[in-house]
């Protein structure tokens, strides 16, 4: 058999990140502030990565915490709000490790539906009136993990104001933001906020890269405090060796150059991945996203995702199944992430899925 | 004012860190495996620095886990064995973080009296004989954070004997093991233990520098598999930039080098120390370390230490009060840490110490 193509990983292929850009940075890094690469350093990060972060969203540096990626920070932040039994609303469908993690922590999770403008927010509010006083909600705003839907302007302004309604916090998870490749950018429901209901979360992951393990919190000064406390309980501090090396990335003008080699690559590979699947699996629907990594195909009803996976395993392509990011339903579809496949597997990719998809029905007919 | 002088620090002065080695090491780190660098990794850590600290320890690599410095590892091992009420055992006086955290879960910590070689292990057996059924014993073998204290061989076999009796985990905390500048080595009881008994943590903090942030946990395989459940939820991986580092530094034998930079450097510092402690503070009391970066110091009996730590503010000398370290008691005593001071300013450092010694005594008799 080939080798295999994952549709799987949401991760950046290596052709796409600047390698010999981040070993220059690391190396000025020691050059320019061994002392603080070297150091413990504090809870709250490297301290210019930190003012870079302020500047960046308009910010004081008493809103901002970096730490070892942004999962890390969400941990945090869950830790802080979520108690055992508190409901926390969050997206249908949404990223696997959120849901995850909020079970584990036993959080009452209602999922509300997403739609291709974002999540619903009548549904939301319906269920605000019905008595649901939930203690956060938490949303990706822009080319949502796992379905690539972006929320509108006027749904962002809708759940503010059900926010400060309710008094729910607003968990505000962008990684994404920056890897925008079509439409227009909308301003974050940080920026919207002016009654402290936001708390911010986004990271370097997807516009450096995985390894260096560093996102960051922005939200009001005495959530972060609170939040930084536990933090320094916790670990002492992030890391200093890969903050200073991502701050030296981004001063020299190299995290720009970054995010447009990345979104040019993304862009190229929507095109190829709608193009084949229009081709090869003519009745799958989907909606080609503006910028992200991931795209949500609904195969026809009666689909079982289940039986493509396994097949799709011998066929030698991977992805991750719809029902993966909800707690029920999803059994007919699949998440698509363009990030870690080059422009020449695509096709081939699409081939072997839609072999999968072939041999799934045929299987389910005998 | 002259500069403050630090003896506060538990942190290594920036003279005996190897800067350029690692500087060195992580472009090798970029130029060597640039995949391995930049991606997300799993939560195991970096493979190669895993599979270095599995050599060292001598044990299978299923057995290691690498974490985001060691008290990321110490959180971890916490949240999986201590809950509400659980009583745990640790050295008496012991880490103030560490006391803080088991505090902060809610653990019934009995602290156990710590002696120049080690826990009092006669103390320990009448307690569990007496009933106490700890979870765990929190041990730092070698060295002791704050008392500088190394546990000696009989005594780290009586408390895995204890610990096989009444089943009870011994966490072996053991940062300092490799900067031993005096006397020999002993085994660890990681290496003595054949039952399971023993959970070890060590760091690279302390032997390539804090700022890396890299600690590790050795174990039997099932609860580090546990513990790296919990790590992925956590943070997907801990950073593999900082890691591969440290593994590049390690193997290319500019650890060994950097090592013997820091043992060099520590055994001046507690020449000169202990020097002028005998000079200017005759009649102050302790037991010169054979390694590590901390001294305990007792002042006679009836020395406030609070007083004597506010006249050291106005001096411009630093220290840790040595009731910080305990629940109750400690009023005369302090830890000095000499692994920040450089040896030109622990001479007028104690100088200044002994004037703050002096001006409290003059104040109580006032």
Redesign the interface.
Known sequence: MADTISFARG?PS?DI?D??G??DA??RA??RD????????TAVGYVPLREWIAAKHGVDVSQVLVT??S??AD?FLFETLVQQGDPVVVEKPTYD?TL??LR?RGADVRMVSLQPDGIDVDELAGLLEDGLRPTLAHVIPNFQNPAGYTLSLEKRQRLLELARRHEFVVFEDDPYVDIRFAGETLPTMLSLDDAGTVVYASSF?KTV?????VGYLVGPAERIAQITKLAT??????????QA?VFQFCDSGALDRSVATVKEALAERVKLLTAALDRELPDAEYVAPEGGYFMWVSLPEGTDVDAVFEEAKGLGVQFVKGTDFLLEGGENTMRLAYSGVTADQIDEGVRRLAQAVEAARSRAAA
């Open positions: 991760a290596l990140v390698v010999e981040l070993k690391a190396v020691f050059e061994p002392a603080g690469v070297t150091a413990y350093g070892n990626g999962m890390q941990a490790r995850l993690n584990a992951s890269c995985p390894g260096v393990r309980n916790t670990y002492i501090a992030p890391n200093m060796l890969a090396t």
